[in-house]
T-cell receptor, first 113, second 113 residues
């Protein structure tokens, strides 16, 4: 049972435009969410996070939005750059079970010139 | 060099053989994790450890054994490898905080023939 879902396996965006990556979750106990970025042949690296007490967190070109009622979060990248081409994973941890970080299936973003 | 290292990076083995994947971190992080990455499944947690001599199961622990006699090492053993264990394995670590930013190794690609 996939508790964290990324329904779009891939996304292609032109350089300079906005990239929107989506993530849905089913566990209402999740209260902390993270996005990781992964290049080929490398381990994932942390990108940005958000606590359930917020609905938005911004870091430079990256903004994460959280809609708790819809159990949905999204990552916006503006403007998109070719170096952003990677696989993006969303992840969540639950209140009372913070040891475990549950990842989604990933979305491959390609930014073309 | 400081960080988290995995070995071997690539391994080919046969069904039924025992395989051990090594993970070493130099940060003295309390927590260490093993994930596997498979197409369509994203990253799934196999086992994790909150400290030396403390380990716990993740989402997909069957067929795997872990130990943590020293804080810096967290080996993962496949006691009798099966083809379904062909995957890319990632080790990760983090400090003892609720907001769990993980630091990942570069991965170990295992093929079971």
């Amino acid at each position: 049972d996939q508790q964290v879902k990324q329904n779009s396996p891939s996304l292609s965006v032109q350089e300079g435009r906005i990239s929107i990556l989506n993530c849905d979750y089913t566990n209402s106990m999740f209260d902390y969410f993270l996005w990781y970025k992964k290049y080929p042949a490398e381990g994932p690296t942390f990108l940005i996070s958000i606590s359930s007490i917020k609905d938005k967190n911004e870091d430079g070109r990256f903004t994460v939005f959280l809609n708790k009622s819809a159990k949905h979060l999204s990552l916006h990248i503006v403007p998109s750059q070719p170096g952003d081409s990677a696989v993006y994973f969303c992840a969540a941890s639950a209140l009372g079970d913070t040891d475990k970080l549950i990842f989604g299936t990933g979305t491959r973003l390609q930014v073309f010139p | 060099d400081a960080g988290i290292t995995q070995s071997p990076r690539y391994k080919i083995t046969e069904t039924g053989r025992q395989v051990t994947l090594m993970c070493h971190q130099t940060w003295s992080h309390s927590y260490m994790f093993w994930y596997r990455q498979d197409l369509g499944h994203g990253l799934r947690l196999i086992y994790y450890s909150a400290a030396a001599d403390i380990t716990d199961k993740g989402e997909v622990p069957d067929g795997y054994v872990v130990s943590r006699s020293k804080t810096e090492n967290f080996p993962l053993t496949l006691e009798s490898a099966t083809r379904s264990q062909t995957s890319v394995y990632f080790c990760a670590s983090r400090v003892k905080t609720v907001s769990g930013e993980l630091f990942f190794g570069e991965g170990s690609r295992l093929t079971v023939l």
